[in-house]
T-cell receptor, first 110, second 113 residues
Framework: DTAVSQTPKYLVTQMGNDKSIKCEQN?????MYWYKQDSKKFLKIMFS???????INETVPNRFSPKSPDKAHLNLHINSLELGDSAVYFC?????????FGPGTRLTVT | AQSVTQLDSHVSVSEGTPVLLRCNYS??????LFWYVQHPNKGLQLLLK??????LVKGINGFEAEFKKSETSFHLTKPSAHMSDAAEYFC???????????FGTGTRLKVLA
């Protein structure tokens, strides 16, 4: 059973397009996150939701919009994609201080 | 504010020799500290965690780490490296009571045959 899953695994798209990445967790956790890992492997938190409520919103362009339809899902929608958005995006979930990560979505913007 | 410094961006060891990956942290509160491993093109897997219990923490695959408050360090060690240990390792700090993880910049471990 996959604990935290993301779709798609790979996403190749052109500049200016709008795309979404989906995340689902079956662990019953209350809190979910989105992280961005750049080409140098640096991981930075973007957003966090707790019981469908946004609790962390780092300095991220407003082209990025997270949506949590329920506490098991946290989707990431990106408008007007730019070359600099190319990265690996990780979803994670937690019940307390320990986070469980999804396999990542590699986004390539051409 | 919390921060994490991984002192080495790359570490190379020979198979069968000890591994030491260094991590220093800064935190205003009692921190929770973690080590995660990322194999090439894979997600992040938790190796071990410190959450104010025993200062010597044992993790998976023979790894362990020692929390030293006086040195603000949480170095990761393994007595004998295996080829399968080659990966990127991340030290992470999280303040208790918050949801925020702060990642170090990562240490790439290379294991030589």
């Amino acid at each position: 059973d996959t604990a935290v899953s993301q779709t798609p695994k790979y996403l190749v798209t052109q500049m200016g397009n709008d795309k979404s990445i989906k995340c689902e967790q079956n662990l019953g956790h209350d809190t979910m996150y989105w992280y961005k890992q750049d080409s140098k492997k640096f991981l930075k938190i973007m957003f966090s939701y707790n019981n469908k409520e946004l609790i962390i919103n780092e300095t991220v362009p407003n082209r990025f919009s997270p949506k949590s339809p329920d506490k098991a899902h946290l989707n990431l929608h990106i408008n007007s994609l730019e070359l600099g958005d190319s990265a690996v995006y990780f979803c994670a979930s937690s019940l307390g201080y320990e986070q469980y990560f999804g396999p990542g979505t590699r986004l390539t913007v051409t | 504010a919390q921060s994490v410094t991984q002192l080495d961006s790359h570490v190379s060891v020979s198979e069968g020799t000890p591994v030491l990956l260094r991590c220093n942290y800064s935190s205003s509160y009692s921190p929770s500290l973690f080590w995660y491993v990322q194999h090439p093109n894979k997600g992040l897997q938790l190796l071990l965690k410190y959450t104010s219990a025993a200062t010597l923490v044992k993790g998976i695959n023979g790894f362990e780490a020692e929390f030293k408050k006086s040195e603000t360090s949480f170095h990761l060690t393994k007595p004998s490296a295996h080829m399968s240990d080659a990966a990127e390792y991340f030290c992470v700090v999280s303040d208790m009571g918050t949801y925020k993880y702060i990642f170090g910049t990562g240490t790439r471990l290379k294991v030589l045959a």
